[in-house]
């Protein structure tokens, strides 16, 4: 089965404190791998598309990175506004349709 | 990055009500529309996709008779929500697709309905 899993579910920093999250995806024939970024109340923001492994995409205090399995995105030096739920999603070969992970809950304090 | 309109943001009306949401792609050409539920806390659930000028597809589960969706342009999209209860509050957020399935599908804002 198609799955997307994102972790951690939610993600607490200080501003400044770099870390990373995860999302794993078991998807066949894997057409792109994209992340989102979505304030509360608002729809999701595109911030980066992942095509093969490898790939590396960066973004201000953002970098996406692809694997065959999973994606990372890398939080370098993150301030309270980086605070959202990061959303990554998996495209199938030969379909527009996006399968979504849950999300992680990310809250930079300063 | 490319900009979906969605309107409106917010709705309450009461329960049997029908209730139509807008979906707009104002600097491109949507082939495909996609409408999504999100309750709070959770990921997107693709509802429905829409193409230009044919019937929708409905996801497993999906009522096509409760959630009608309308693609008549490259640049509309429309959802109705056909007498709606208070189980059918949640956020609806719509997206639109390029031609080239490589491209990221960009989002509207979402609407808020919420039915009493």
């Known amino acids: 089965e198609d799955q997307v899993t994102q972790s951690p579910e939610a993600l607490r920093l200080q501003e400044g404190e770099s870390s990373s999250l995860n999302c794993s995806y078991t998807?066949?024939?894997?057409?792109?791998l994209f992340w989102y970024r979505q304030d509360p109340g608002k729809g999701p923001e595109f911030l980066f598309t992942l095509y093969s492994a490898g790939e590396e995409k960066e973004k201000e205090r953002l970098k996406a990175t692809l694997t065959k399995k999973e994606s990372f995105l890398h939080i370098t030096a993150p301030k309270p506004e980086d605070s959202a739920t990061y959303l990554c999603a998996a495209r199938m070969d030969s379909s527009y349709k996006l399968i979504f992970g849950s999300g992680t809950r990310l809250l930079v304090r300063p | 990055g490319a900009v979906v309109s969605q309107h409106p943001s917010w709705v309450i009306c009461k329960s049997g009500t029908s209730v139509k949401i807008e979906c707009r792609s104002l600097d491109f050409q949507a082939t495909t529309m996609f409408w999504y539920r999100q309750f709070p806390k959770q990921s997107l659930m693709l509802m429905a996709t829409?193409?230009?000028?044919?019937?929708?597809?409905?996801e497993q589960g999906v009522e096509k008779d409760k959630f009608l969706i309308n693609h008549a342009s490259l640049t509309l999209s429309t959802l109705t929500v056909t007498s709606a209860h208070p189980e059918d509050s949640s956020f609806y957020i719509c997206?639109?697709?390029?031609?080239?399935?490589?491209?990221?599908?960009?989002f509207g804002d979402g609407t808020r309905l919420s039915i009493l």
């Open positions: 829409s193409n230009e000028g044919s019937k929708a597809t409905y």
């Open positions: 997206s639109a697709g390029h031609r080239q399935p490589n491209q990221p599908q960009h």
């Open positions: 998807v066949s024939g894997l057409r792109g």
